[in-house]
């Protein structure tokens, strides 16, 4: 007998459907759950488990307000009530940010998104919500928000002209300065290639130069050249650069171009070389005048004195005197000529401690003479400075000098000390405790022809801070705080030369 075919009844294929609706409803990785009208929890997904902390059967049965921080707990059975007298309801069908509280009491912010769902043959309908956590997105977004207001913080306060380009050369983002110069809004240079900008409309060479300028810093090259610009303050001169900005790979992926103002430091080089001309001329001419002179004047000098020993008491004092002004003319020639010649340093390795023995043991009998006491203070492992030592004893014995003849007949103390500041520089002082520099002197001390003596050239403080500054270093003058004046030297124990660096270590 022939058995009749198997059929699945309506009852085993609806079975089959749930079961499979089930699955996959418990399947979704992103926490979803079903409520009412009232907001109570119908079903909710396995991963409310991994997220909220809730086991899926304890959030059912539970109004969905348990999943909500206040103030949202509180009013949210007011829209749902709202939303079954009104029908009116700002949440379905759009996605928001909304922030859930966990089982553990912890805070995390999701993205959720709410729809209808009308069952057929029920009198009300259902609502699911899907749930997904973006709280360690919302964190980076915050912590790039906050990176991108310190960045802009820095990049708008740059007093300096600087701007952000793609590699095409199209800009993205230009700073408040460079904004500033141009008299116009950001919006106006945004998204234009930048040698297209109204920066450089006043010439098309340097739009020229510019364009070429990013095409070079675009295959990794940096680019730099001064440029003068046209502004409302009249010209100003700008050194120009444009440094490659690469990724990890080292691709090139954006250009920073940067303008720095140098019209100040432009006109000082100017003043500069105009003053060390004007000395190149006053050295050739002192040379020319010097050898001219030097000659009668020692004979007038000579025939002065042998005059004088034929005279009286009161002619002989007047010869004198006039013998001593050619002789202090003759004087004021020398360091003048010797202020106005460039120096070629001798360089080499010189030991403080050395130095400063030295300049005692010469300067001994003139001390002694004077009732002046000094006294040499080495700091122990001071090390070696790359100098001319002939030219540094110079220095110092003038300073030396100085104060001797400051005290008078008063006689004192002064003090000789070599201490280092860091790995790269030392310090050499001379103090005294004499009666100090007048205010008014202050200012021009170092300057040339500046003197408080009635005797004095007022070229050997300008001759020693040409010294000093040729060796690359700075000196300073100070009252020393019981009384007294302080002359400090720093020196750098590596000297940069034409022809490369010169230390210690390449010297000895």
């Known amino acids: 007998m022939t058995q009749a075919p198997r059929t699945v009844t309506g009852d085993q294929d609806a079975a089959r459907d749930h079961a499979r609706l089930q699955a996959l409803f418990q399947g979704m990785l992103d926490p979803v759950v079903t409520i009412d009208s009232r907001g109570k929890v119908l079903q909710a997904g396995d991963s409310v488990r991994d997220v909220f902390g809730y086991e899926p059967e304890e959030l059912v049965g539970q109004n969905i307000r348990v999943l909500m921080p206040e103030p949202t707990r509180s009013e949210h059975d007011g829209y749902l009530e709202n939303y079954r007298r009104t029908g009116a309801t700002g949440i379905l069908g759009r996605t928001r940010e909304f922030g859930v509280l966990k089982k553990d009491g912890t805070s995390l912010v999701c993205e959720l998104s709410v729809s209808r769902v009308d069952v057929p043959g029920d009198p009300e309908p259902l609502f699911v919500g899907s749930f997904r956590d973006i709280t360690r997105r919302k964190r980076a977004e915050d912590g790039l928000a906050v990176s991108d207001q310190r960045f802009h913080a820095i990049f708008d306060q740059e007093f300096q002209l600087v701007a952000l380009l793609d ?4 800009v ?12 116009a809004p950001r919006e106006t240079v945004i998204g234009r290639l930048f040698w297209k900008t109204a920066w450089w409309n006043y010439s098309a060479a340097d739009r020229q130069r510019i364009e070429e300028g990013v095409h070079a810093a675009a295959q990794g090259e ?6 003068d610009v046209p502004t409302a303050k009249g010209l100003r001169s700008y050194d120009f650069s444009l440094k490659p900005i690469r990724d990890a790979e080292g691709r090139v992926t954006m250009l920073l171009p940067e303008g720095r103002d140098i019209t100040l430091l432009k006109r000082v080089q100017l003043r500069e070389t105009a003053m060390l001309k004007a000395m190149a001329a006053i050295g050739e001419s002192a040379s020319v005048l010097a050898h001219e002179i030097k000659n009668p004047l020692t004979a007038v000098n000579l025939a002065l004195r042998a005059v004088a020993d034929s005279l009286g008491e009161d002619q002989r004092s007047v010869v004198e005197e006039l013998s001593g002004r050619l002789q202090k003319l003759e004087r004021t020639m020398r360091r003048t000529l010797s202020f106005a010649k460039p120096l070629d340093l001798e360089l080499a390795s010189v ?6 023995s030295g300049v005692e043991e010469l300067l001994h009998e003139q001390l002694e003479a004077s009732g002046v006491r000094i006294v040499a203070d080495v700091q122990p492992g001071v090390g070696l400075v790359v100098a001319d030592p002939a030219l540094l004893e110079d220095v110092l014995t003038n300073l030396v000098r100085n104060a001797t003849e400051a005290y008078g007949e008063a006689g004192g103390e002064i003090r000789l000390c070599a201490e280092v500041r860091d790995e790269r520089s030392l310090a050499l002082c001379v103090e005294d405790d004499g009666p100090g520099i007048p205010e008014h002197l202050r200012r021009d001390l170092f ?22 500054e040729a060796h690359g270093g700075r000196i300073q003058v100070s009252d020393r705080p019981a009384g007294g004046t302080v002359f400090e030297i720093e020196l750098p124990r590596v000297l940069c030369r034409p022809g490369g660096m010169e230390s210690v270590e390449e010297l000895s």
Do not use: C, M, W, Y
Request: glycine share 10%; no cysteine.
């Open 222 to 227: 940096f680019v730099r050249f001064e440029i």
């Open 167 to 170: 590699p095409e050369g199209v």
């Open 447 to 468: 300057q040339p022809f500046v003197t408080g003596r009635a005797e004095g050239s007022g070229l050997g403080l300008a001759i020693v801070r040409k010294i000093v």
């Open 172 to 183: 993205l983002d230009v700073n408040q300065s460079a904004l500033h110069l141009l008299h």
């Open 351 to 356: 030991d403080p401690a050395v130095l400063l």
